[in-house]
C-alpha cells in the first residue's frame, strides 16, 4: 500500500519532469545534456531488452513510454533506497537498503543474480565520456579484484582489498552470571531512579526534610477515585509475566471454566460468537442473552416485560 | 403484646395464603443515597386486648402507618440516639454505661420492646380480640443513611453504573432495623417476599430465591422479586445493589457470585475453590446445604471482611486476588469457609436469645476448624488453636473475663456477670468489639473441648440433629409454632448432647460457659532418683483478674529414655504434688533408638541430658484440653530436645518461647537445625528466625561465625557461585518462600555491641533489594518485597544526637540514606507500577514513621495524614493512619488528635471510623493514670458527646468510642474536670447524705466492683457492706428503670438538685423533638409527655408482673 501509494506519486514527477522538459526546444545547459543522455542509455537499454524477448521492431512511442516507466522505476528505486538509508542515520545507501527497497516494491530479490548471469544477455556499450575524472592515485595494497563475468567491463574497479575483506574476530561474549545479574539490577535501578525522578521534578512532591525538598523527592500522594481497581487488579506487566511463565495450568483451568460454554457452542454460527462473547464477559450478555446458556440460574434469565399495571 | 405470646406469632397472611414478611423498595437514589419503600406484615395476635404494636427502626423516616388499612397512629421515640439526656455535668462512664444499657433494653425486640410504638386503631380492637388477623403496612424512606445501608458512590463522571456505584446492608448483629422497620431480633422468624426495584444497569442481589425480574412500564428500571421461603430472622436479611459482575459457579450452578466491574477474572480465580467448601461441609454434617441457592458479593468499603446473611454472605472486594498472589490466597479461602459454615450455624439455624450467640458462634468455629485441619493440615490447625488460645488467655486476663452464657437475673447491678467491664454485656449492642471477637473465638474453643469430651462422632451427631430437625421445621408452611425447632438455645444444645453421646458435661459448661475466666497454672519438677519418681509441682494463679480455678483431669506427657508416657492427673484442690512413676531407668545402653509419641523411633545425641535422670521433656496438657496458660519450668536442654524430636507443633513452638531464656550455643544449634529442617512446619521455622535473633543479641560478645541466619539464607536462596546475590525469585515452593520472606525481617532484628544493626546485615538485606529479580517467577513478589522493607526497618536504630539538635539532611547518617533512598525508590515506584493490595506503600510508610520515632528524619505527620485521605487504598489509610496516632501519642499533638477524632465523625468508610478509635484505645496518646497537656474538659466533652449521640448510628463505633473514653479517662469522674458543685447529695429514702457518687476517687469506685482490676484477689467480704449507701442508690434505679427517659425522670425525682434543667423544661424538650421525628401529612399522631410515657411504661410493667 505504502510503495503504491510513493510509487505512483513518484511516478507523477518524473512524467511532470519529462513532459516539461523536452517541450523547451533551446535546451543546452549540461544539465539537459546529462538528461538526454541517460535517455539516451535508458532507450537503449530498453531496446536491448526488447530484442532480447524477441521483438523486431517497435513503435517510437511504445519504446518511450517503456523508457518513462523504467526511469520512473529506478528513481523510485533511488528515493526510496535513500529513505531507509537515512532512516538508519546514514548518508549512503547499502545494499541492504536495495534489496529492502526491492523487497517493498514487491521485486522477487532472489531472481536478481540468476537474471544477471543469463547467458543470451546483451551488454551495452559503454557511454563515450568526454572527460574521464582523474581518480588520484591512492597507496594500492595488494591485487584489485577482476570483475565477473557479468559485468560489463567499463564499470569502475573493485576498491583495494583491505576495504571489504573482514576477518572474523570474536570478542568473549558477556555471559558471566554474576556481571548478568548485576548489570540488570543496575539497569533496572538506574531506570526506575531516572523516571521516578522525572515523575518527581514534573509533578507534585512531598518531603521528609522541610529543608531539603529534592533529595528524596516522593511523588505526591494522589487519592483514587475507584482505589480498589488499581490495588486488586494486577499491572499489564504482570498479567504479560503471568502468560509467558504459566501456560500449562492456566489452560486446565479455563478449560474447566469454559466446560459449560462448550455445551451451549453447539448450535448455529451466530451463537457460537455470543458464546465468545460471553466468555469474555459473562455479566454483560450473560444476563441479556440467557436463554443460550444451558445453566439454569435466576440471574442469567432474560428480563421480563412489564405486565398489564395491576391494582395495588 | 407480650414477649411470650410473640413467639411465631407473626405470619403473613396473602392471597394464596403463603406467609411472609414484605419488603418493597420502590426507589434507590444513588445521587441522593435515598431509599424509599414500604414494609407490610401481618400480626397473629396470640393474646387478646393487643392495642399496640412496637417494632424496630432507626434513622428511617415514616411516612404512614395502616393497620388493616386504617390509618394508624404512631410513636417513634429511640433512646439510643441520645443516651444521657439532661445537660448535668455527669461525666462518668459507669453512669453512661448503666445508661446505654437500659436505653438498648428499652428497645430491645426480645423484650417486646422497639421505638417504633404503633397504636392499633380503636375500630380494630374487637377484631384483634378475636385473635383475627392484623396486616401492618408502613411507607418509610430513608435519606443518606448513615449506618445500615452504606453507600458508595465514586465521585467521577458517568452514569452511576458506569462509575461501579453500589449499596449493600451492612452493621454489627441485628441491624437490620437501620434501613427497614421490622423485628430486629435473631429470634422472631418469618417468610419473605422481596422487591428491589433498581436501574436497569443494576443487579439487585438479596436473600432466597430471586423468582423474577420485570422491568419497570418506561423499560429504565428492573424490579427483582425475591422469595424466601424458609423462615427466616429479619437480622438475616440483607441487599446488595449496583453493577456487579455476575459469575455462575462452575461446578454449583445455583451459587452465584457477584463482584463490582472489571473484577470478574480475579473473581473467577477467588472463588473458583468455594464448591470444595461446600462439600467438605455437607460430608461432615451429612446434610444439604439449607438454601436453594447461595450468593455471594463482592462489595467495597466493607463494614466487616465477611458477613452472612440468610443464603447470601457479603464479602470485602479486596478479598479477591489473581492466581500469582500466594500470601492472600489462605486468607481468603478461610473467610470463605468462615461465611459457609455461618451459613449453616448463624443464617439457617438461629438463637433463642443473646445469651445463646455462643453455641452458633461456637459450632460455626467449630466445623470451619475442621474444615481448616482436612485444608491445611493438622499442623496449621494445631498452630490455630494455639493461636486462639493464647489470644483468649492474653484477653481474658488483661480484662477479666469472657462470659459465654450471661444469666442475668433481676438487671440488678450486683448479679451483673461482668462487673469487671466497663460495659454491659447484657446486649450485643452494648458489647466492645474487642470482647465481640474474643467471645467468639472462645466459643470455638469451648465447642473443641466438648469434642473431646465427647468425641468428634457424637458431636457432628449433635449438630446433624439440629440440622434436620431445623429443615423439617422450615418446611412447615403453616405451624409456625414449630419454627422454634430452627432456633438454638443453650439449654436445647445441652440436652442434644446429653442425648446424643449420653455424657454429661455439665461440669465442662460450667467452668467454661456459665462462668468466665481461664486457668493458670504454674509447674516445675524435681526427679527423685532414688524412688526413680519424677515429682510434679502444679500451681494455680485463681485470684488474679480473668482467671479461675481448675479442679478435675490434666494430661500430662513425659518423655523418658524409653518412651513417651501420658499421665492424668487430678488437680484437685489442695494438692500441688503430683508424684509420677518413671518407666525407664536413667540411660544405659546408649545405643538405643527413641521412642516418640507417634511410634517413631529416633537417634539422639544424649550427651547434654542430665545422666542422673532419664527425663527428656515434659508437657502439661499437651492437647489444650483447658483454656489455660502454662508457665513450666524444665531446663535448657530439655527444651531444646522437645524442639528438636517432639513431632507436635504446638510443643516446638512452646519450646522456641523458652529458648529465648537460654542464650547458649546449645539453643543456637536447635534453633539453627530446625531452620534448615525442611520437614518442619514453615510456621515453626519462622519463628525460630525471630528466637534465633533474640539469642544472637544476648551472646553478641560471645557469638562467633557470621551473623545468625546469613549463611544459612545464602545456602538456601542465593546462587553457588556467587552467593552475594540471591537466585531470581521462584516461589513455587511455598514453605521456602514464607522462610525468605522471614529471614531477612528476623536477621535485621541482629545487633552488635554498640546495639547497631550490624553493616554486614545492612547491606546483605540492601542487596537482597538491589539483585531481586521476579521476571521468571510464576507469583507475585509484592509481598516479599514489602517485608525486605520492613526489614530495612527492623535494622533501624535510634539516632546519636547531639544536644537535640534539628533533623537535617546533611546530619543524616550513611547508612540511614542508603535505607531512606530505597524506600524513596519504593514508594515512588508504587505510584507507576502498584503492588497488589499496595503491601509496599504500606510498608513505605511504616518504615518511615520508623524512622522518624527514632529521630532520624523530622517528626512530622503530614505525609501520612495526606495518605490517610479517602480515595486511597484501606490497606494503606490504615498504616497512615496508624502513623499519626503514633504521632499523636509520641508528640501529643492535639492538633492531630482533634483530626483523628473529626475523621472518627466524618470520614465516609465505616470500617475507617472505627479501626481509628480501635487504634487510638490500643495506643492511646494518654491513659487514665497520666498527667497530659491534652486530657482536658474539651476533649472529655467531645468524647462523651461522641459516644452519647455522635455514633447512635453504628452500635460498634459507639462501643468504640466508649473503650476509647475508658482507656482516657477509666471508670469514674475524669480527674480533668473541675469538682461539681455539690459534694454532698440528699438520699431522700434513706434520709441521708453521701458523698456525691461522681467524685468518688477512682481507687474508692474500684473497691466497689464485685472483682477488682488492680488489687484484692480475695473478694474482701466487707466492702460491699461499707460502701452499701451509694450502691444501693444505684441498684434502685436499676430496678425501676426501663430507658433513659424514664431512668432520668426517676433520677430527677430522687435528687432534687438544682444544677439539673427542671422537669418542665424536659417535657417541653421532648415534645419539640417528637415534632422533629415526624413531619406533617403523617396523618393523626399521638403524644405523650414524658410523665405520661413514663407511666405508660410502669403500668405496662405491672401488667406484665
Same mark, same amino acid.
Given at each position: 500500500m505504502r510503495t503504491a501509494l510513493y510509487g505512483s506519486k513518484m511516478a507523477d514527477t518524473a512524467t511532470g519532469g519529462s513532459g516539461t522538459r523536452p517541450g523547451g526546444k533551446q535546451a543546452s545547459t549540461p544539465a539537459d545534456n546529462y538528461y538526454l543522455a541517460r535517455r539516451r542509455t535508458l532507450q537503449v537499454v530498453v531496446s536491448s531488452l526488447l530484442t532480447e524477448a524477441g521483438f523486431e521492431s517497435a513503435e517510437k512511442a511504445a519504446v518511450e513510454t517503456l523508457t518513462e516507466m523504467l526511469q520512473s522505476y529506478i528513481s523510485e528505486m533511488g528515493r526510496s533506497a535513500k529513505s531507509y538509508c537515512e532512516h538508519t542515520a546514514r548518508t549512503q545507501p547499502t545494499l541492504s537498503d536495495i534489496v529492502v527497497t526491492l523487497v517493498e516494491m514487491g521485486f522477487n530479490v532472489e531472481t536478481l543474480p540468476a537474471y544477471a548471469k543469463r547467458s543470451q544477455r546483451m551488454v551495452i556499450t559503454a557511454p563515450p565520456v568526454t572527460n574521464q575524472p582523474v581518480t588520484p592515485k591512492a597507496l594500492t595494497a595488494g591485487q584489485n579484484k577482476p570483475h565477473p563475468s557479468h559485468i560489463p567491463s567499463h564499470f569502475p574497479e573493485f576498491p583495494d582489498p583491505h576495504t571489504y575483506i573482514k576477518t572474523p574476530t570474536y570478542r568473549e561474549p558477556v555471559s558471566d552470571y554474576q556481571v548478568l545479574r548485576e548489570k540488570a539490577a543496575s539497569q533496572r535501578r538506574d531506570v526506575e531512579r531516572a523516571l521516578t525522578r522525572f515523575m518527581a521534578k514534573t509533578g507534585e512532591t512531598q518531603s521528609l526534610f522541610k529543608d531539603d525538598v529534592s533529595t528524596f523527592p516522593l511523588i505526591a500522594a494522589r487519592p483514587f477515585t475507584v482505589p480498589y481497581l488499581t490495588a486488586l487488579l494486577p499491572s499489564e506487566l504482570e498479567m504479560q509475566q503471568m502468560e509467558e511463565t504459566d501456560s500449562s495450568e492456566q489452560d486446565d483451568q479455563t478449560d474447566t471454566e469454559n466446560l459449560p460454554l462448550h455445551m451451549s457452542t453447539d448450535d448455529s454460527g451466530p451463537e457460537k460468537e455470543n458464546a465468545s462473547v460471553l466468555q469474555q464477559n459473562t455479566s454483560l450478555s450473560g444476563s441479556r442473552n440467557g436463554e443460550e446458556n444451558m445453566i439454569d440460574n435466576p440471574y442469567l434469565r432474560p428480563v421480563k416485560k412489564p405486565k398489564i399495571r395491576r391494582k395495588k | 403484646f407480650h414477649p411470650s405470646g410473640k413467639q411465631g406469632s407473626k405470619t403473613m397472611n396473602r392471597k394464596k395464603g403463603d406467609k411472609g414478611f414484605e419488603i418493597c423498595i420502590n426507589n434507590i437514589n444513588f445521587q441522593r443515597k435515598s431509599v424509599v419503600g414500604y414494609v407490610e406484615l401481618t400480626i397473629f395476635p396470640t393474646v387478646a386486648n393487643l392495642n399496640r404494636i412496637k417494632l424496630n427502626s432507626k434513622q428511617c423516616r415514616i411516612y404512614r402507618v395502616r393497620v388493616n388499612d386504617l390509618e394508624a397512629a404512631f410513636i417513634y421515640n429511640d433512646p439510643?440516639?441520645?443516651?444521657?439526656?439532661?445537660?448535668?455535668?455527669?461525666?462518668n462512664l459507669n453512669y453512661f454505661s448503666n445508661a446505654y444499657a437500659a436505653a438498648v433494653s428499652a428497645v430491645d425486640p426480645d423484650a417486646g420492646n422497639g421505638e417504633l410504638c404503633i397504636k392499633v386503631p380503636s375500630e380494630l380492637w374487637k377484631h384483634v380480640d378475636e385473635l383475627k388477623v392484623l396486616k401492618v403496612h408502613i411507607n418509610f424512606s430513608l435519606d443518606q443513611p448513615k449506618g445500615g445501608l452504606h453507600f458508595v458512590v465514586p465521585n467521577m463522571e458517568g452514569s452511576m453504573a458506569e462509575r461501579g456505584a453500589h449499596v449493600f446492608s451492612c452493621g454489627y448483629q441485628n441491624s437490620t432495623r437501620f434501613w427497614f422497620p421490622c423485628v430486629d431480633s435473631y429470634s422472631e422468624l418469618c417468610t419473605w417476599k422481596l422487591e428491589y426495584t433498581v436501574d436497569a444497569a443494576m443487579v439487585a442481589v438479596s436473600n432466597g430465591d430471586l423468582v423474577e425480574t420485570v422491568y419497570t412500564h418506561d423499560m429504565r428500571k428492573k424490579t427483582f422479586h425475591y422469595m424466601l421461603t424458609i423462615p427466616t430472622a429479619a437480622s438475616n436479611i440483607s441487599l446488595a445493589i449496583g453493577p456487579f459482575e455476575i459469575l455462575v459457579d462452575p461446578y454449583m450452578h445455583e451459587v452465584t457470585h457477584f463482584c463490582l466491574p472489571q473484577l470478574l477474572p480475579l473473581l473467577k480465580h477467588t472463588t473458583s475453590y468455594l464448591h470444595e467448601v461446600f462439600e467438605f461441609y455437607e460430608e461432615i454434617l451429612t446434610?444439604?446445604?439449607? &438454601?436453594s441457592c447461595f450468593k455471594t458479593v463482592f462489595i467495597d468499603e466493607? &463494614?466487616?471482611e465477611v458477613a452472612a446473611y440468610a443464603s447470601m454472605s457479603i464479602f470485602s472486594t479486596n478479598l479477591l486476588h489473581s492466581a500469582m498472589i500466594i500470601d492472600e490466597t489462605p486468607l481468603t479461602r478461610r473467610c470463605l469457609a468462615q461465611a459457609l459454615a455461618q451459613q449453616f450455624f448463624g443464617c439457617f439455624i438461629s438463637r433463642m436469645?443473646?445469651?445463646?450467640e455462643w453455641v452458633l458462634k461456637g459450632i460455626s468455629g467449630y466445623i470451619y476448624g475442621l474444615w481448616m485441619k482436612k485444608t491445611f493440615g493438622v499442623n496449621e490447625y494445631r498452630h490455630w488453636i494455639k493461636q486462639e488460645l493464647d489470644q483468649i488467655v492474653a484477653y481474658e486476663l488483661k480484662t477479666g473475663g469472657v462470659l459465654l452464657h450471661p444469666i442475668f437475673g433481676g438487671g440488678k447491678e450486683k448479679d451483673n456477670p461482668a462487673s469487671h467491664l466497663h460495659f454491659s454485656i447484657k446486649h450485643p449492642h452494648t458489647l466492645s468489639w474487642e470482647y465481640y471477637t474474643m467471645f467468639q473465638c472462645k466459643a470455638h474453643l469451648v465447642m473443641r473441648l466438648i469434642e473431646n469430651r465427647i468425641s468428634m462422632e457424637f458431636m457432628l451427631q449433635v449438630f446433624n440433629k439440629l440440622l434436620s430437625l431445623a429443615s423439617t421445621a422450615s418446611s412447615?408452611?403453616?405451624?409456625?409454632?414449630?419454627?422454634?425447632?430452627m432456633l438454638v438455645s443453650t439449654s436445647g444444645f445441652l440436652k442434644s448432647i446429653s442425648n446424643v453421646s449420653g455424657k454429661d458435661i455439665q461440669p465442662l459448661i460450667k467452668q467454661w460457659v456459665d462462668q468466665s475466666g481461664v486457668v493458670k497454672f504454674y509447674g516445675s519438677f524435681a526427679f527423685n532418683r532414688k524412688r526413680n519418681v519424677l515429682e510434679l509441682e502444679i500451681k494455680q494463679d485463681?485470684?488474679?483478674?480473668?482467671t479461675q480455678k481448675y479442679v478435675g483431669p490434666l494430661k500430662v506427657t513425659v518423655q523418658e529414655l524409653d518412651g513417651s508416657f501420658n499421665h492424668t492427673l487430678q488437680i484437685e484442690e489442695n494438692s500441688l504434688k503430683h508424684d509420677i512413676p518413671c518407666h525407664s531407668k536413667s540411660r544405659r545402653n546408649k545405643k538405643k533408638k527413641i521412642p516418640l509419641m507417634n511410634g517413631e523411633e529416633v537417634d539422639m545425641d544424649l550427651s547434654a541430658m542430665d545422666a542422673d535422670s532419664p527425663l527428656l521433656w515434659i508437657r502439661i496438657d499437651p492437647d489444650m484440653s483447658v483454656l489455660r496458660k502454662v508457665e513450666f519450668e524444665q531446663s535448657d536442654f530439655m527444651w531444646q530436645y522437645q524442639l528438636r524430636y517432639e513431632r507436635d507443633v504446638v510443643a516446638q513452638e512452646e519450646a522456641i518461647l523458652a529458648l529465648e531464656k537460654f542464650p547458649t550455643p546449645a539453643s543456637r544449634l536447635a534453633l539453627t537445625d530446625i531452620l534448615e529442617q525442611e520437614q518442619c512446619f514453615y510456621r515453626v521455622r519462622m519463628m525460630a528466625c525471630f528466637c534465633l535473633a533474640k539469642i544472637a543479641n544476648s551472646m553478641v560478645s560471645t557469638w562467633t561465625g557470621p551473623p545468625a541466619m546469613k549463611s544459612l539464607f545464602t545456602r538456601m536462596f542465593c546462587c553457588k557461585t556467587c552467593p552475594n546475590i540471591v537466585k531470581t525469585n521462584n516461589f513455587m515452593n511455598f514453605q521456602s518462600y514464607f522462610l525468605q520472606k522471614t529471614m531477612p525481617v528476623a536477621m535485621a532484628l541482629l545487633r552488635d555491641v554498640h546495639n547497631l544493626c550490624p553493616k554486614e546485615v545492612l547491606m546483605f538485606i540492601l542487596d537482597l533489594i538491589k539483585y531481586n529479580d521476579n521476571r521468571k517467577n510464576k507469583f507475585s513478589d509484592n509481598y516479599y518485597r514489602a517485608e525486605l522493607i520492613d526489614a530495612l526497618a527492623n535494622s533501624v536504630t535510634p539516632a546519636v544526637s547531639v544536644n537535640n539538635e534539628v533533623r537535617t539532611l546533611d546530619n543524616l547518617n550513611p547508612d540511614v540514606r542508603l535505607i531512606l533512598e530505597e524506600i524513596t525508590r519504593f514508594l515512588n515506584m508504587e505510584k507507576l507500577l502498584p503492588s497488589y493490595r499496595h503491601t509496599i506503600t504500606v510498608s513505605c510508610l511504616k518504615a518511615i514513621r520508623v524512622l522518624q520515632k527514632n529521630g532520624h528524619v523530622p517528626s512530622d505527620p503530614a505525609l501520612f495524614k495526606s495518605y490517610a485521605e479517602y480515595g486511597h487504598f484501606i490497606d494503606v489509610r490504615i498504616a497512615a493512619l496508624d502513623a499519626v496516632v503514633d504521632y499523636t501519642k509520641v508528640d501529643r499533638s492535639y492538633e492531630e488528635l482533634q483530626w483523628l477524632l473529626t475523621m472518627v465523625q466524618n470520614d465516609p468508610v465505616p470500617y475507617i471510623r472505627h479501626k481509628i478509635l480501635d487504634m487510638l484505645t490500643k495506643n492511646p496518646p494518654f491513659t487514665k493514670n497520666m498527667e497530659s497537656p491534652l486530657c482536658n474538659e474539651a476533649l472529655v466533652d467531645q468524647l462523651w458527646k461522641l459516644m452519647n449521640s455522635g455514633t447512635s448510628h453504628d452500635w460498634r463505633l459507639r462501643c468504640g468510642a466508649v473503650d476509647l473514653y475508658f482507656t482516657l479517662f477509666g471508670l469514674s469522674r475524669p480527674s480533668c474536670l473541675p469538682l461539681p458543685e455539690l459534694g454532698l447529695v440528699l438520699n431522700l429514702k434513706e434520709k441521708k447524705a453521701v458523698l456525691n457518687p461522681t467524685i468518688i476517687p477512682e481507687s474508692v469506685v474500684n473497691n466497689q466492683e464485685p472483682v477488682n482490676s488492680t488489687n484484692n484477689h480475695g473478694q474482701s467480704v466487707g466492702f460491699q457492706n461499707t460502701f452499701s449507701n451509694s450502691q444501693e442508690e444505684e441498684e434502685i434505679d436499676m430496678d425501676t428503670v426501663h430507658d433513659s427517659q424514664a431512668f432520668i425522670y426517676h433520677h430527677l425525682n430522687m435528687l432534687e438538685r438544682p444544677s439539673t434543667p427542671g422537669m418542665s423544661k424536659f417535657i417541653g424538650k421532648m415534645i419539640v423533638w417528637i415534632f422533629q421525628r415526624f413531619q406533617l401529612g403523617v396523618g393523626f399522631v399521638f403524644f405523650f409527655t414524658t410523665t405520661g410515657m413514663y407511666h405508660a411504661y410502669k403500668s405496662e410493667k405491672l401488667r406484665k408482673k
Open positions: - | 439510643t440516639l441520645e443516651v444521657c439526656h439532661h445537660e448535668s455535668k455527669q461525666r446434610c444439604r446445604y439449607p &438454601y466493607a &463494614y466487616v436469645s443473646w445469651s445463646d412447615q408452611k403453616f405451624q409456625s409454632h414449630m419454627w422454634s425447632q485463681y485470684t488474679s483478674p480473668g
